[in-house]
C-alpha cells in the first residue's frame, strides 16, 4: 500500500458513506484511478465489507459482557464443534481464541441481565467447559473500528 492507497483506507474507516468524488478530491486523484485503487484494495482483502456502525443501546442490547472460557479439551474436533456453535449465536459480537491462561474470549452483547443469563444458560449447555467467567462493562469509553494506519507499511504485493 502506498501513501493515497492508506489514505483512502483510513477515509473508509471513518465514513464508508463519503461519495467517489469526496473521496477521490481528498486523496488528490480524478474518480476513475480512485475507483479503481478502492476495487484492488476490496480485491486485495485489504477491505473487507462496509457496514453501518449501530448504537447498542438504541437497538436494545446496551449490556456488554466479556466472556472468558477455559476449557479440557484442546482437539480440532472440539474447537471445530464450539466454533461453530459460539458463532451461531448472534449475541456474539466477537470470538477469540486466546493466549496465556483463558482459552477463548467473547464478546457479548446483550439487553439485560435476564438476556445475558439465558445466553451463559445456552452457552454452558452447549459442550463442556472447565471454566466461564463473565465481566460486565460499566460504560465504553472508547470503541472504534478504524485501524490505525502506519506510514511505514509495506508496500502490497502485485499480483
Known amino acids: 500500500m ?3 492507497d492508506r489514505k483512502i483506507v483510513a ?5 464508508a458513506s463519503l461519495s467517489l468524488a469526496q473521496i477521490a478530491h481528498r486523496v488528490g486523484l480524478s474518480q476513475s484511478p480512485c475507483w479503481k485503487r478502492i476495487q484492488r484494495l476490496e480485491k486485495a482483502g485489504v477491505i473487507l ?9 438504541s437497538i436494545g442490547v446496551g449490556l ?5 472460557i477455559e ?16 458463532t451461531a449465536m448472534p449475541e456474539v459480537m466477537e470470538f477469540h481464541r486466546m493466549a496465556g491462561d483463558i482459552d477463548y474470549m ?7 441481565m435476564q438476556a445475558y443469563d439465558t445466553f ?5 449447555d452447549t459442550m463442556p ?19 490505525p494506519i502506519a506510514s511505514d507499511l509495506k508496500p502490497l504485493k502485485k499480483r
Do not use: C
Not at 72 to 77: R, Y
Open 64 to 68: 456488554t459482557v466479556f466472556v472468558s
Open 49 to 57: 465489507r462496509r457496514v453501518a456502525i449501530v448504537s447498542p443501546e
Open 106 to 112: 467473547l464478546r457479548v452483547a446483550v439487553p439485560d
Open 71 to 86: 476449557t479440557g479439551d484442546h482437539s480440532s474436533a472440539w474447537l471445530s464443534k464450539f466454533a461453530q456453535t459460539v
Open 11 to 15: 477515509l473508509l474507516q471513518e465514513d
Open 129 to 147: 467447559l472447565k471454566n466461564v467467567t463473565s465481566r460486565f462493562s460499566m460504560e465504553r469509553i472508547k470503541s472504534t473500528t478504524a485501524y
Open 120 to 124: 451463559y444458560k445456552k452457552l454452558i
Open 2 to 4: 502506498d501513501a493515497i
